[in-house]
């Protein structure tokens, strides 16, 4: 992509989706105004030099690959730089927040939701199992499903 920087900033490409993701990094990350700031430059992301450039974190990181990805960071409490960011997906992305809860089984470590996907269980089954009825994550894995617990009829 040929492009007519001037100040380090490219001219006539504002308008695409990359250039855009660039500017809102920057801007939850450096805009106390910024209705994200706090979520981010408030806890001290930030993002790397490197990236001052708008050519450089399109060479990083490259287009996006389809209109359902977004930046990532790979850490959340790491800066934006090119050794913690990737495209992610939603999906991806909703796994990697600093509120999911990750769970150690058989020696993996992985989020509620994917464990969930995973073993074909209800997420909030294995949820109120781990956190109402404080079963072991051996138990809330492996116990079946009651699945006549919510149809009983009732005896006279």
């Known amino acids: 992509m040929n492009l007519l920087i001037i100040h380090g900033y490219p001219i006539g490409i504002s308008w695409t989706t990359e250039y855009r993701i660039w500017t809102n990094i920057r801007n939850r990350c450096r805009n106390k105004n ?10 001290g992301i930030s993002v790397c030099q490197r990236w001052d450039c708008f050519q450089n974190f399109l060479a990083d990181m490259g287009p996006r690959p389809t209109s359902q990805h977004c930046i990532e960071r790979l850490d959340n409490n790491s800066n934006y730089c090119p050794e913690n960011c990737k ?37 909030n089954t294995i949820r109120m199992r781990l956190s109402s009825y404080h079963w072991s994550v051996e138990r809330a894995f492996t116990e079946p499903i009651n699945i006549n617990k919510g149809n009983r009829k009732k005896r006279h």
């Open 34 to 43: 910024n209705h994200a700031y706090a979520d981010y430059g408030g806890r």
């Open 87 to 123: 495209w992610a997906n939603r999906k991806e992305q909703a796994r990697n927040r600093r509120t999911s809860r990750l769970i150690t089984y058989q020696g993996e470590t992985k989020t509620l939701a994917e464990w969930a996907e995973q073993l074909a269980l209800p997420y």
